[in-house]
T-cell receptor
Framework: EDQVTQSPEALRLQEGESSSLNCSYTVSGLRGLFWYRQDPGKGPEFLFTLYSAGEEKEKERLKATLTKKESFLHITAPKPEDSATYLCAVGKAGGGADGLTFGKGTHLIIQP | DAGITQSPRHKVTETGTPVTLRCHQT?????MYWYRQDPGHGLRLIHYSYGVKDTDKGEVSDGYSVSRSKTEDFLLTLESATSSQTSVYFC?????????????FGPGTRLLVL
């Protein structure tokens, strides 16, 4: 059974304090690993897709990396507007139109 | 929200009544999905569609049915709503290619079953 575990569940940082969020996964053939950001009362907003171990992608203060068993979302010098819940999800190779398997998310708070 | 709308955005209903949620897309994407999101759980797949009139069950499909008569619309029906179906429901769409691509989500429908 596909499984995605995110840690920590919640993280409180000071503005400018860099950190990393973890996403560990088990899947029988990874099609892609997806990171989303979700603000309260809104739908998940797409951030990154990673397809193979060693791949990295960046967007502003965020950088996502992928190994064979986990992914990290690094946040460099965060600002209060980076506060959100960050979701990780995996898709399975050969799954065709199957949906994604999501983790429970990391709730990130950046204090001014 | 990538050209995805959901209606209604909020609904309160009573146990035993039927409820239909609508997802509408303007992206002409082939694949559409319904998920539910509950505290303590990740997003969980209810049903998905890979084309007009082509649908299949997801992880938590019991008590739900779907229909897709047009590319742009995907309906989720709770035949007889129960309190356990109180949740936030999200529709998602993904790409035009044969290989599934990133899923993009709608704004959600908050459903309360009393």
């Amino acid at each position: 059974e596909d499984q995605v575990t995110q840690s920590p569940e919640a993280l409180r940082l000071q503005e400018g304090e860099s950190s990393s969020l973890n996403c560990s996964y088990t899947v029988s053939g990874l099609r892609g690993l997806f990171w989303y950001r979700q603000d309260p009362g809104k739908g998940p907003e797409f951030l990154f897709t990673l397809y193979s171990a060693g791949e990295e992608k960046e967007k502003e203060r965020l950088k996502a990396t992928l190994t064979k068993k986990e992914s990290f979302l690094h946040i460099t010098a965060p600002k209060p507007e980076d506060s959100a819940t960050y979701l990780c999800a995996v898709g399975k190779a050969g799954g065709g139109a199957d949906g994604l398997t999501f983790g429970k998310g990391t709730h990130l708070i950046i204090q001014p | 929200d990538a050209g995805i709308t959901q209606s209604p955005r909020h609904k309160v209903t009573e146990t035993g009544t039927p409820v239909t949620l609508r997802c509408h897309q303007t992206e002409n994407h082939r694949y559409m999905y319904w998920y539910r999101q509950d505290p303590g759980h990740g997003l969980r797949l209810i049903h998905y569609s890979y084309g007009v009139k082509d649908t299949d069950k997801g992880e938590v499909s019991d008590g739900y049915s779907v229909s897709r008569s047009k590319t742009e619309d995907f309906l989720l029906t709770l035949e007889s709503a129960t309190s356990s179906q109180t949740s936030v429901y999200f529709c998602a769409i993904s790409g035009r290619g044969a290989f599934q691509e990133t899923q993009y989500f709608g704004p959600g429908t908050r459903l309360l079953v009393l």
